[in-house]
């Protein structure tokens, strides 16, 4: 295996990077670092073409006299038999436009899943995740560890209780007040009852006007003109009789 791979980045800020075993953890792509641990030590999913192998091992960095870096990394499938082991060597240049090159070289074995796929597509796959490790170690600084989780709900303080008088009740007006009334009286009855039951106050239906006195004269009215229908049929045949 042989890959180079360019930052904008100087080659200073990539060795005190490889310096810090934190943040080169950081710098794999999609590593899940498991809790308490050495830094290295996790999961890591891989994607090949269509397929994705999630592998569980670790991965060490070791600077060397002559200024290269030994990367040594051992992992198994986590869900299979399968293993993989790799032996790299970095070399970093410095370039004339303030970047930096960086030199990958070194051998990887692998067997089960992985070597049953194409030649080609694993290449592809470990080309692509060195070009983002070296990006991703190039934007590590001392002080780019992630941000700490939000305090949880039990931690946060509680504010004491204010010791200001409590404020005063104004009275509610007529119509409030006798809407506040009536639900009063309708705490405590069933809902039948309160179904059922005729609105009291201000929203009181109102009663229809009386009619008896109309009714009654028109009792009344019916009689009378029949009598006076009666009686000028009996004066008329009266008259004509004593024509």
Not at 152 to 178: D, K, N, R
Not at 189 to 209: I, K, L, T
Not at 222 to 240: H, Y
Request: hydrophobic residues 40%; without cysteine; proline residues 10%.
């Amino acid at each position: 295996m042989e890959h180079q791979v360019y930052v904008p980045a100087p080659a200073s800020r990539l060795r005190a990077a490889l310096a810090d075993p934190a943040r080169v953890a950081r710098a794999v792509p999609g590593l899940q670092q498991d809790p308490g641990a050495e830094p290295g030590t996790g999961r890591l999913k891989v994607r090949i073409g269509s397929h994705s192998i999630t592998y569980r091992g670790s991965l060490r960095v070791t600077a060397r006299a002559d200024g290269s870096y030994a990367v040594d990394g051992d992992a198994g499938e986590a869900r299979g038999t399968g293993t993989v082991k790799l032996a790299l060597t970095l070399r970093l240049a410095a370039t004339d436009e303030g970047g930096s090159t960086v030199t990958v070289t070194g051998t990887a074995s692998a067997d089960g899943r992985l070597a049953e796929l194409p030649a080609d597509a694993v290449e592809s796959a470990a080309t692509r995740l060195l070009n983002r490790f070296v990006e991703a170690l190039s934007e590590e600084t001392p002080g780019s560890a992630p941000d700490e989780p939000p305090p949880s709900v039990f931690e946060t303080e509680v504010p004491p209780p204010s010791l200001a008088p409590a404020p005063v009740e104004e009275p509610l007006p007529e119509i409030f007040a006798e809407a506040a009334h009536a639900r009063r009286t309708m705490i405590g009855r069933s809902a039948e009852e309160v179904d059922h039951a005729p609105p009291r106050g201000r929203y009181a239906p109102v009663p229809a006007p009386q009619t008896v006195a109309a009714t009654s004269a028109l009792r009344w009215a019916a009689p009378a003109a029949a009598l006076a229908l009666a009686s000028a049929i009996v004066v008329t045949r009266a008259l004509r009789r004593r024509r």
